[in-house]
């Protein structure tokens, strides 16, 4: 690059950052608060939040044009593996792509026999919540056991996995830390180790959290770990709803046993065996040397495939954004605890009518803190959003609450795809595949969680004018009941 287009590059970025501090006046916590009517201006359950940071190095990563994942992605991946402190992360194009990779890599044909996981092999999971934490279980034509969730804590009630055990099928667990709530680790993680499962942890919704086991000395002399450092892989989305965000995008993380790097890989390109970075070639020396499966001796290793794989990157400038975002998550993770914890304050006068949620392993809230189970396990959620479960006996529904809300313009959702097995993808399923999945009981609190729950945001978006709105709203419905 000359002189002349350095400086042209300077003067496009100077004009970028200053368009984007006119044009885009970001909402990071501590900012100036935006203007907020109540009733007019719409208050979503979540939403992107940036400021000309992350304008200026979209432009910026445009100008170069690498566009494929590249040098930005690398940096990414780096920063996001050291902030959780994982081996290694992978970009991909979404969460759901990432669930997609992460399990479909249990099934490489390079693991031990004994350990791959094979069509009509099974799979534990919990029967409440989204509906790509399983659908890549049944897509590899493996059989999901959904055991029941807990309505306090919104995951799966851990002592029903013995019940979904079944010898000589069941391979592994996947499961989601539900609304940035990590479910219970220490029992999750025994289990697994008991009968040498694979443990995939969708972290997509918790980002930041938190959990701490017992350790020889109790959980005080137990260090606390992220969420997502579990397992074997684990998975993260970074849609504008979540923690930070690209856009689109999402990554798999490798806790341990750098193996599932060429398999995560694979998938996510194409299904190749190659392991060369785009626009790199012969990285492992022997480019022309291979013999695999049943193709001539010599045949380029760039186009030989041991998998049947996709192709799920994202773009550079994602990741460039990315990089921006991460550089802000310690406050956003903050903010959104911050959050919650106003809303719970400003809702506890309405317990008659709610129960509220309550982190894996919490026994009971005031406001001085949460109260604990004699587990002496411990975690502090990074919360996705902020339940309301309607009692049975309350005088309304969870569908007038929701509608008087939506009515307010305060955005609020269900618990996304509710009890998964009632869906018409799943009821369908059942029909054309006769054991394609199976439950472990009746699932009652999928049920109450379906018909019962719904959660508002606290997303750093939101302003303390925004929240008390919200209270105030939620107080009056139930008022006029």
Same mark, same amino acid.
């Given at each position: 690059m000359d002189e002349s287009e350095d400086k042209i590059r300077a003067e496009i970025i100077r004009l970028t950052r200053l368009y984007a501090e006119k044009r885009h006046r970001g909402s990071l916590p501590g900012s100036q608060e935006p203007v907020f009517e109540p009733g007019v201006t719409t208050i979503p359950y979540a939403g992107r939040v940036f400021d000309a940071d992350e304008v200026q190095a979209a432009v910026a990563s445009s100008l170069d044009f690498w566009l494929t994942l590249g040098p930005e992605g690398e940096d990414f991946e780096r920063e996001l593996a050291l902030f959780l402190g994982v081996k290694r992360s992978i970009l991909v194009n979404s969460g759901s792509s990432a669930n997609l990779v992460a399990f479909s890599a249990l099934t490489s044909s390079k693991l031990p026999e004994e350990r791959r996981i094979l069509p009509g092999d099974e799979v534990i999971t919990a029967a409440a919540g989204f509906p790509t934490t399983v659908a890549p279980i049944i897509q590899n034509g493996v059989v999901p056991v959904f055991i029941d969730n807990d309505p306090a804590t919104l995951n799966a009630r851990a002592e029903m996995l013995e019940e979904a055990y079944s010898p000589g099928k069941t391979k592994a667990v996947m499961m989601a830390h539900t609304l940035g709530n990590p479910f219970d680790l220490s029992a999750v993680t025994a289990f697994c180790k008991k009968y040498g499962?694979?443990?995939?942890?969708?972290n997509c919704? #918790?980002?930041?959290?938190?959990?701490?086991?017992?350790?020889?000395?109790? &959980?005080?002399?137990?260090?606390?770990?992220?969420?997502?450092? =579990?397992?074997?892989?684990?998975?993260?989305?970074?849609?504008?709803?979540?923690?930070? %965000?690209? +856009?689109?995008?999402?990554?798999?993380?490798?806790?341990?046993?750098?193996? /599932?790097?060429?398999?995560v890989e694979s998938f996510r390109d194409w299904g190749r065996d190659c392991w060369c970075a785009s626009g790199k070639e012969n990285t492992c020396g022997k480019r022309f040397g291979w013999r695999l499966g049943e193709l001539p001796e010599g045949y380029d290793h760039k186009y030989i495939y041991s998998h049947l794989g996709y192709n799920l990157k994202p773009l550079d400038l994602q990741a460039a954004i990315g990089r921006e975002q991460i550089k802000k998550l310690p406050r956003f993770i903050a903010a959104r605890r911050e959050n919650w914890e106003h809303l719970r304050r400003g809702l506890a006068h309405l317990d008659e009518f709610f129960d509220f949620h309550l982190p894996t392993h919490a026994a009971g809230w005031t406001p001085g803190? /949460?109260?604990?189970?004699? @587990?002496? #396990?411990?975690?502090?959620?990074?919360? =996705?959003? =902020?339940?309301?479960?309607?009692?049975?006996?309350?005088? /309304?529904? $969870?569908?007038?609450?929701? $509608?008087?809300?939506?009515?307010?313009?305060? +955005?609020? $959702? %269900?618990? =996304?795809?509710?009890?998964?097995?009632?869906?018409? &993808?799943? !009821?369908?399923?059942?029909?054309? $595949?006769?054991?394609?999945f199976r439950s472990v009981g009746d699932l009652?609190?999928?049920?109450?969680?379906?018909?019962?729950?719904?959660?508002?945001?606290?997303?750093?978006?939101? @302003?303390? !004018?925004?929240?008390?709105?919200?209270?105030? !709203?939620?107080e009056t419905f139930v008022r006029r009941h």
């Open positions: 499962l694979w443990l995939i942890e969708d919704d #918790a980002l930041g959290a938190s959990y701490t086991a017992p350790g020889d000395e109790g &959980a005080a002399g137990a260090a606390a770990r992220l969420t997502g450092t =579990f397992g074997d892989l684990s998975t993260q989305s970074f849609y504008p709803p979540h923690h930070l %965000t690209m +856009g689109e995008g999402g990554a798999v993380s490798i806790v341990r046993d750098m193996k /599932f790097k060429v398999l803190g /949460f109260q604990w189970d004699a @587990s002496g #396990a411990r975690c502090e959620p990074s919360w =996705f959003g =902020f339940m309301l479960l309607v009692k049975e006996q309350a005088p /309304f529904n $969870r569908t007038d609450l929701g $509608r008087y809300l939506d009515d307010h313009r305060i +955005g609020n $959702r %269900t618990l =996304f795809g509710g009890n998964l097995v009632r869906q018409p &993808a799943f !009821t369908q399923l059942a029909r054309d $595949r006769p054991g394609a009652p609190g999928a049920d109450a969680i379906m018909n019962r729950v719904l959660f508002v945001g606290v997303y750093p978006g939101l @302003s303390k !004018t925004m929240l008390d709105y919200i209270i105030a !709203t939620v």
